[in-house]
């Protein structure tokens, strides 16, 4: 089972480089990170795309609801990944 | 030095790519040039051989003035000349603006049409360049304290023993407060600006509107993108950037250029795509090639390359200047309906609004379905309201029928 933290890692390091000059460390893990951030459908899809390079996940565009705040993130990715 | 868009006046040469006694053909980047938009890259159109590399990198001359001189055809030139290092009428100016850096905005240096300034010395010393090179320092990020802003060798130096204090990396703490706006969007909004004033000055504008339902089309890509794995997913704008295409080859009046009293219909279609830059540094509207001809998936990989090459400030110069009609797609942001503003010498503008459901007639009773407001800015000396109605209602039949846009 894939371990939280590079979860959180990887997510957050995808989400600074779409929107390089925010500060994660503030950003509330519940609220949808995208109009926060300025990520528009194009940025999240290339989000989608990273967790796919990196996490080696394809999420279905059904569940891209899921993965709008860090928390859902850290949860959907949590129940998707098998060692 | 090319224009790269109807306001540049001038642009600075950074780097070259080639030199004296290369051979180069048709599409090769010979030189990065930096603007407002970010460092373009310059392509070239002829097939031959270089001869002599008339301006010097690290110079800021107005557009038309000759950068090199090119032998055209097959045979080689002599024994390479020297590269001349003639800036012809330039102005100076303190630091370059690249538009990663967050430098001091430059001092604006009047130059007016038919007088030359006379060059008040290199933005850079010769010794300052050679050091800059050898210590890897990029001058377009060093800001020079010499006479006229130029870079001195205590200049460079001191740049190469800090490092760049400009390019904001991904880890980088920022302030808790909403930082302040970056002094580059500065140039860019007084380049949209002056294009802006232009274009409503020049263009008689008519507008019109039309709401297009999405259900067919919204149905289409749901299915198309449940077989696509992550990487080949499309999104609804590769799908209006196909339809705009199409329907313009249809409709070949709001497809072209408005110069010197007439309209110059194109035979290709390069749609200009408004793409949003982030932290408020505007919209550009590089293009897409030849967007009627290529497939739907093709027009997606090359539209996500476009928006994030645009963002990060890496454009080719084909793609600031080749747009035949452009396209603008703000509902993302939230404007329900985008009456936009046409860029000089382009003779349309095609807006996109939000995507919502919205009630709508359907089979005789009320029914709600996902539409989006879609506007035509024409310019009423290439057509009028007819021409531009028939353009939308080419667009409404492609967009209810997806398959004609694969």
Known sequence: ?83 | MPSLGADMEAGTLVEWRVKPGQAVKRGDVVAVVETDKGAIEVEIWENGYVQSLVVAAGSKVPVGTTLATLSVGGVPPGPAAPPAPAVRPATTEAGPTAIAAIPAPAPTAPVSGGEVEPAAGPRASPAARKRAHELEVDLVRVVGTGPHGAITLADVEGAAAKPSPAVPTPTRPEARAPPPRPAPSLDIRRAIGAAMARSKREIPHYYLATEIDLEAALRWLEEQNRKRSVVDRLLPIALFVRAVALSAREVPDVNGFWSNGTFRPSAVVHVGVGISLRNDAGLIAPALHDVDAKPLSTVMKELADLISRARQGRLRSSELSDATITLTSLGEQGAETVFGVIYPPQVALVGFGAIAPRPRAVDGLLGVRPTVNVTLSGDHRASDGHTGALFLAALGRHLADPETLK
């Open chain 1, 1 to 83: 089972m894939i371990d939280d933290t590079t979860i959180d890692v990887t997510v957050r390091d995808l989400l600074s480089g779409l929107a390089p000059e925010a500060d994660l460390g503030t950003l509330n893990p519940n609220v949808d990170f995208r109009p926060v951030l300025d990520i528009d459908s194009f940025a999240f899809l290339q989000f989608i795309v990273g967790l796919h390079e990196r996490l080696g996940i394809e999420v279905p565009e059904a569940d891209y609801a899921h993965l709008r705040s860090l928390s859902g993130c850290r949860a959907y990715l949590k129940e998707h990944l098998h060692p």
